[in-house]
């Protein structure tokens, strides 16, 4: 029925726009590319010094606007997977909706294939996408993004956001697979909203209650699994020049409906991310389009196990950093030195951890 759902919403839009010319409103077509080269400096079960060049992600978006009250915005999404000549691509929509805005007063609606707020809000803060992506998405915990329906209230005076999404559950790239809907509380709070320096920076917070994504035969599913996850973020922003960010999240799960929710059945974990950019020049010149960056990530993927040795399996730490450069509006490329490193239990009897080290040459064109 999602896909049905999605797929009627993009004719239905595409349909609109072969009749732009008798409809008041304006189209804006948009399309974006990553692509990178890629060298290992360990050698990663692949050799050292294996390298490959890849352009691994690219969409194409289309936002009409019928009035000041309704819009709607189609996204599909390419994503290559594995290396050439071996690679192939998968393609999704990934958005998909209308839009209605003061359906009540400071409160629009969305419906459809959207994203998840929490994501959008931290990847624009970011704002390097084709580096890295954001951490609970990269990491599997929070789909970027879902079929369902938002109510967006924005504060009066600019003060922040406070929303509710209601969304199937599984993610734009998954067919849901039982009737149960998840549910997300999103706030932004911005405490110098009139403030022309530092008006972006915000405190974040998000709670997300829901089902895991499996069939739902066993009796008891809605009341013995889980999937929850909470989340603190605080980004300080001085003009465009400096960003700092800073998250904590935990998370829930028990996809086991022949069990309970006690703590012993729960498979809990917790991480958090910091990451700055800073740019070089405040002038305009040149050098007002070079920035330096980093990000260090940390993840206890198993914190209640029993085992002490389960404990640490699959704890990750990342460390991202490097320089990125925007030559001409719309195109940017930086150079990245990533360290991963993820420790793995071995036999049963003792944990070994994997270490990872690449360079990565990286860019991103954006066409709008």
Known sequence: MKRICQWLLAVTFLLTLTG??????????????????????NDQDLGKNFNYFNVHRGWLTVDHTFSDKYSAHVGIEAISTGYAPSSSWDTHLRTAYLQVNEVLPYTNVRFGMHSLLW???????????????????????????????????????????????????????????NKY???????????????ADWNESAILGQYYMGYPNVASTAPGFSENTMMDRSQLGFIVKYRKWLTVYAEYFMTKDDADASNNTDDEFVQEANGFTVFGRLYVATAEKWLSRVSIFGKYERVDKNKNAANPLVQDDGDARFVTAGVAYEPIDNFELALVLKRDTVSELINNIRIEEEESNSFIFTMRAYIK
């Open 181 to 195: 809907k998840n549910f997300a509380l999103y706030g932004e709070f911005h405490p110098f909203p009139k403030n």
């Open 20 to 41: 732009a010319k008798v409809i008041a409103g304006e189209t804006t077509v948009g399309a974006e590319v990553h692509a990178n080269w890629t060298l290992h400096l």
């Open 119 to 177: 994501i959008d809000k931290v990847e624009s803060v970011w704002g390097l996408r084709f580096v890295d992506e954001v951490s609970l998405h990269k990491l599997g915990y929070l789909p970027r993004s879902d079929f369902g329906a938002s109510f967006i209230g924005n504060c009066p005076g600019g003060f922040g956001i406070l929303a509710v999404q209601i969304l199937n559950g599984p993610g734009y790239t998954q067919t849901e697979l």
